[in-house]
């Protein structure tokens, strides 16, 4: 199984930057997807990007153009730079990974609180 530890959450005002962070441990793979999810208050859990098995990358048309996803395949680490934050972000912000065929496996984090004040 894959563990997952995000951090890096916080209170922010409208048009600053934060950077999440979200390790993982256990028989990860370099190959495995990683994303980003938020959920706020009341509203479902939506993706916010995507770094897939390919090492292509996908964004939510909302964050397109100020989010970044990248990863550290060495520290097995996923990074979600934030950037131009508007108080619509405010959510809790989930890293998830997941593996197809061999192995699979589907893992959450425990998810890490943003907040943008305006």
């Known amino acids: 199984q894959v563990q997952l530890v995000e951090s890096g959450g916080g209170l922010v005002q409208a048009g600053g930057s934060l950077r999440l962070s979200c390790a993982a441990s256990?028989?990860?793979?370099?190959?495995?997807?990683m994303n980003w999810y938020r959920q706020a208050p009341g509203k479902q859990r939506e993706l916010v990007a995507a770094?897939?098995?390919?090492?292509?990358?996908n964004y939510a048309d909302s964050v397109r153009g100020r989010f970044t996803i990248s990863r550290d395949n060495a520290k097995n680490t996923v990074y979600l730079q934030m950037n131009s934050l508007k108080p619509e972000d405010t959510a809790v912000y989930y890293c998830?990974?997941?593996?197809?065929?061999?192995?699979?496996?589907?893992?959450w984090g425990q998810g890490t609180q943003v907040t943008v004040s305006s």
């Open positions: 998830n990974a997941y593996r197809r065929g061999f192995a699979p496996y589907d893992s």
């Open positions: 256990g028989m990860m793979r370099r190959f495995d997807t």
């Open positions: 770094f897939s098995s390919d090492g292509s990358t």
